[in-house]
């Protein structure tokens, strides 16, 4: 809860749902803890809470990437030097305990939770399923030593005309044509569930090459399909189906839940699923969650099919605007979806990394703060 106490009056800051994060951060809960350990830590000054902190080694990862790195997130600190050196010097020794080499994040258990600490665009409108962090948070990472592992910016996208509309929809049904494929019709949410393990098997497919990602258990898949599809708008869930009715493409998107959440501090009972349920009935604004191809259908259209249905939806609906979710700096098969929109970078997040030398011990003190 120290978050909702240091951003308490920021008007950019997304709160998360206070029970996503206590399901995240249960070793005896969250699926990831498989394959996964973790501490956590809270930093006092003068009596009081001043930060908090996160230690995570995803074994998953570093038997994939062959590299013995721990991560850092859930990270918040007031602006004071001491404390922020008291919480990272804390997670540095009980990664050097471990044997590991190095410290990078802010990253969580796997791709799906949030990361990246942000280093541009602070006065900027923020998402539900992004980090917000103030702009003195990388300064004093730069000075503990950390630099620069990896970049994601985030995309602001303007509805298109009718014109460019008609285009997309154009060259949807030539691809479907060519290629045999179709979209899949859905009346319920519920009819999403029969493709959800392919979307699942399809992200591990195809982000499998993107920084710090680990494949997806079975268990995992579950709570996730749960999260994403129990209060889902069916207007903005798409599955492109090849001849065979397999999964050869998909995209989730929801709209904008920010303001529902600074509304309801975090919290969905006993009357915040109001403001939810509303946000996701009737929005000007969407996030694209989770968009995957099959690699070898990339250059084959259904990226045009994916664009086509979207954007007809959401112009349907009264949308304006969209807003990507993080996508690496390097990620170039990504960024040419959007080259066809009016289009901004507002936003960009860092992964940072410390790789080990001799430093000396925090001088605050900092507490295991165990579950």
């Known amino acids: 809860m120290f978050p909702f106490t240091l ?12 029970m996503d994060e206590k399901f995240t951060l249960d070793r005896k809960k969250n699926p990831a803890f498989e394959f996964s350990e973790a501490e956590y830590w809270l930093a006092y000054k003068d009596g009081r809470i001043a930060g908090r902190i996160a230690g995570i080694i995803s074994h998953s990862y570093i038997e994939k990437w062959g590299q013995p790195y ?5 990270v918040d600190f007031i602006d004071d030097p001491e404390v922020s050196k008291a919480l990272f010097d804390t997670v540095e020794n009980w990664a050097k305990e471990k044997g590991l080499k190095a410290v990078h994040g802010p990253l969580g258990f796997c791709d799906l939770d949030k990361q990246g600490m942000l280093t541009e665009g602070f006065d900027e409108e923020g998402t539900f399923i992004s980090i917000y962090n103030y702009p003195y948070y990388p300064k ?8 620069k592992d990896a970049e994601w910016i985030e995309i ?21 044509k060519k290629y045999n494929l179709k979209v899949a019709e859905l009346k319920k949410p519920k009819d999403a569930l029969r493709y959800a393990e392919e979307m699942f098997g399809l992200i591990n497919v195809g982000y499998e090459h ?25 207007d903005y869930i798409c599955f492109i189906l090849d001849e065979n009715d397999h999964v050869a493409g998909f995209g989730i998107l929801f709209p904008s839940l920010t303001k529902a959440a600074q509304k309801t501090g975090g919290r969905l009972f006993p009357f915040g699923f109001v403001q939810f349920l509303q946000a996701i009935k009737k929005n000007d604004t969407l996030d694209l969650y989770l968009i995957a191809i099959k690699p070898e259908l990339r250059a084959k259209g259904v990226p045009y099919i994916l664009i086509s249905e ?12 969209g807003i990507a979710s993080p996508e690496l700096e390097t990620n170039h098969a990504i960024h040419s979806l959007w080259r066809h929109f009016d289009k901004r970078i507002h936003r960009r997040r860092r992964c940072f990394i410390k790789r080990f030398d001799a430093d000396s011990a925090g001088t605050v003190e900092a507490k295991d703060n165990g579950e």
């Open 7 to 18: 951003y308490k009056d920021n008007p950019y800051w997304v709160p998360p749902l206070i």
């Open 70 to 74: 721990a991560r850092f997130g859930w």
């Open 140 to 147: 004093h990472l730069e000075a503990l030593g950390y630099v």
């Open 156 to 176: 602001e996208l303007k509805m298109p005309g009718i014109d460019f509309i008609n285009k997309m929809e154009e060259l949807a049904e030539k691809a479907k």
């Open 210 to 234: 993107l920084y710090g990602t680990v494949p997806l258990t079975d268990k995992q898949v579950e709570c996730y399909v749960k999260q994403y599809f129990s209060f889902v708008n069916i």
């Open 310 to 321: 979207i954007t007809k939806r959401a112009m349907r609906n009264g949308v304006v605007r």
